[in-house]
C-alpha cells in the first residue's frame, strides 16, 4: 500500500478509481474503507470531519494514510474484511456511512400502506435497506401513476383526496383481499405481465411519434426495472451459500455473506454472525450488511459462469415460493 503523511495530503495526486484506503495513527490502523473513487472518498472524509464527531476524532489521530488500487470491488473487499479481521480498527465500527439507509414498510392491512421507514421495529412487512429514500420516494409515486397503487397521506381521513380525484380506486375501502392481491403483491413478487404492459403502452407512444411522452414514460419503466433487480437481490442474498474458486483462490460465501478464503494453503476465517429474522424481515437485513451483500451478489453475477447463475436463480426460485407461500 502507498503511505501518505497526513499533514502533506493536499500535495498527492491520490487516483481516482477503485480500492482501499487505512487511516493510522502512530502504531495501529484505526479505519478501513473500500471505495469506488480512492481520491474522492479520501478527500471526502477529511472535508466533512467537522461536521461528525467520530470522524473529527479520528482524522485527529490520524498520522499517515494509505491506499492501493484494486481493479474491482469485490477484490478490494475481500482485502479490507482480510484486514479488518487481522486489525480490528476501532473507527470502522463507529463510522456508519448507512445510518440514512431506509426500509420500504409495507402495511397489509391499513393505510398507509406503503411507507419509507428508518427500521424494521413495527408489525409492517420490510424490504430492504435502501441507500437512496428518494428512489423509494419516486418508485411509489411511479406505482400509483401507472398501476393506481396506494400513494396515501401519513394521516386521515381515508378514503383520501386522490380517491376524490380519482387517482386511486379507494384501497382502503375494498375487500381486503382484494387490496392485498392487486395492489400490495405486485410490490412485493415482480410480476412480468404487469410490466409488459407498460412496455407495450411505451412502444405505442414512440410508434405515433409522441417522443417527449415515450421517453418520459421510459424513463419510469426503467425505474421499474431497476426496483425488480433490487428486489431479486434482496430475494436471493440471504439464502446465497456457495463455493467458488478465482485465480488459485477458493472463496467461501454463507448467507450472502463472505466466510472463508483459502489462499495458498493458508484459510482465512471471516466470521459470519447469525440474525434471527422475523417472518416480516424475509426481505430485508441490517444496513451494515448493504455493501457487502451487494458487491458479491453483483460480482457473481458478472461473474456470467452458467453453473454459478444457475445457483442464484434456484435461490431465487425458493425463495420467491416460500415468501409467496408465506403471504397467501
Known amino acids: 500500500m502507498i503511505k501518505i503523511d497526513k499533514t502533506k495530503i493536499n500535495e498527492q495526486k491520490i487516483p481516482s478509481g477503485i480500492g482501499i484506503f487505512t487511516l493510522s ?109 428518494f428512489f423509494l420516494f419516486e418508485l411509489l409515486d411511479i406505482m400509483a401513476e401507472l398501476f393506481q397503487s396506494p400513494l396515501c397521506p401519513n394521516e386521515a381521513p381515508y378514503p383520501c383526496e386522490r380517491y376524490k380525484n380519482e387517482k386511486c380506486p379507494g384501497w382502503c375501502i375494498k375487500e381486503r383481499y382484494d387490496t392485498f392481491q392487486k395492489a400490495i403483491l405486485p410490490v412485493i413478487i415482480p410480476d412480468k405481465e ?25 424513463k419510469k419503466i426503467q425505474v421499474l426495472e431497476k426496483y425488480w433487480e433490487y428486489l431479486k437481490f434482496y430475494y436471493v442474498t440471504k439464502n446465497l451459500d456457495l463455493e467458488i474458486t478465482e485465480d488459485k483462490k477458493q472463496f467461501i460465501f454463507k448467507s450472502g455473506k463472505l466466510s472463508k478464503i483459502i489462499e495458498n494453503g493458508k484459510t482465512t476465517e471471516l466470521p459470519v454472525t447469525t440474525i434471527e429474522y422475523r417472518d416480516n424481515e424475509l426481505l430485508a437485513f441490517n444496513k451494515d450488511e448493504l455493501a457487502e451483500r451487494w458487491i458479491i451478489y453483483n460480482y457473481l453475477l458478472k461473474k456470467n459462469e452458467k453453473i454459478i447463475l444457475d445457483r442464484i436463480n434456484t435461490f431465487y426460485k425458493k425463495s420467491l415460493l416460500k415468501i409467496r407461500s408465506h403471504l397467501t
Open 25 to 133: 495513527d502512530e502504531n495501529d490502523i484505526l479505519y478501513i474503507s473500500k471505495t469506488m473513487s480512492l481520491d474522492k472518498s479520501i478527500r471526502q472524509l477529511l472535508k466533512i470531519a467537522k461536521d461528525d464527531k467520530n470522524i473529527f476524532q479520528l482524522i485527529s489521530q490520524t498520522k499517515t494514510i494509505s491506499y492501493e488500487e484494486h481493479d474491482s470491488l469485490f477484490s478490494a473487499l475481500v482485502h479490507q474484511k482480510k484486514l479488518q479481521s487481522k486489525h480490528l480498527p476501532e473507527f470502522s465500527f463507529l463510522i456508519k456511512p448507512y445510518d440514512q439507509y431506509v426500509y420500504l414498510g409495507i402495511d397489509f392491512d391499513n393505510p398507509q400502506y406503503f411507507k419509507v421507514v428508518e427500521d424494521t421495529q413495527q408489525k409492517r412487512f420490510y424490504i430492504g435497506p435502501f441507500k437512496d429514500r
Open 194 to 218: 404487469l410490466l409488459s404492459s407498460k412496455q407495450d403502452e411505451y412502444n405505442k407512444l414512440y410508434n405515433d411519434l409522441q417522443f417527449d411522452k415515450a421517453e418520459d414514460f421510459k
